[in-house]
């Protein structure tokens, strides 16, 4: 990271630490591993969220999505918890995937709301320009597609 000038922030699974490397090398940086549990929605929310702020021009923000494994039981929780949140487009769609669990925008959403005017958190790509970019009028979008679809 160092190369191209990056500051990183990664939010990945607490299981994971237990990899040698990744515990020494990640818990050098300011980055959050997260326990995964039914009632730990808004903690981890807020600790994202938290992780975004100040990001600038030259951090990278990563978001591993590690999540439970599917089962039809998990599956309608999740989807009667993005209803709950009043995120009906995106239950509907939820509903659609048969086979995996539909998405926790909570995360993402937090990061973006927490990122400071002019500055945007995104994972570095190809020619070191962010992946993942907001553009005016993506604001309200719950999702990678709801913010292509919104793009000006």
Do not use: C
């Not at 599917?70 to 309608?76: C, G, K, S």
């Not at 309200?140 to 919104?150: F, L, M, S, T, W």
Request: zero cysteines; aromatic letters at 6%.
């Amino acid at each position: 990271m160092n190369w191209f000038n990056r500051e990183p922030r990664i939010v990945l699974k607490e299981a994971l630490q237990w990899d040698p490397a990744i515990d020494v090398l990640l818990n050098r940086l300011p980055n959050r591993f997260i326990a995964p549990g039914p009632d730990t929605g808004d903690r981890v929310v807020r600790q994202v969220g938290h992780l975004a702020t100040g990001l600038d021009d030259d951090d990278a923000f990563v978001i591993f999505p590690e999540g439970g494994n599917f089962t039809p039981r998990r599956r309608l929780r999740a989807i009667a918890r993005l209803r709950a949140r009043g995120l009906e487009r995106m239950a509907l769609r939820a509903e659609r995937m048969r086979h995996v669990l539909a998405p926790q925008p909570g995360g993402v959403l937090a990061a973006l709301s927490s990122r400071r005017a002019g500055t945007y958190p995104a994972a570095p790509a190809a020619g070191h320009r962010p992946a993942a970019r907001p553009r005016p009028g993506t604001d309200g979008a719950a999702g990678g597609a709801d913010a292509a679809r919104a793009r000006p």
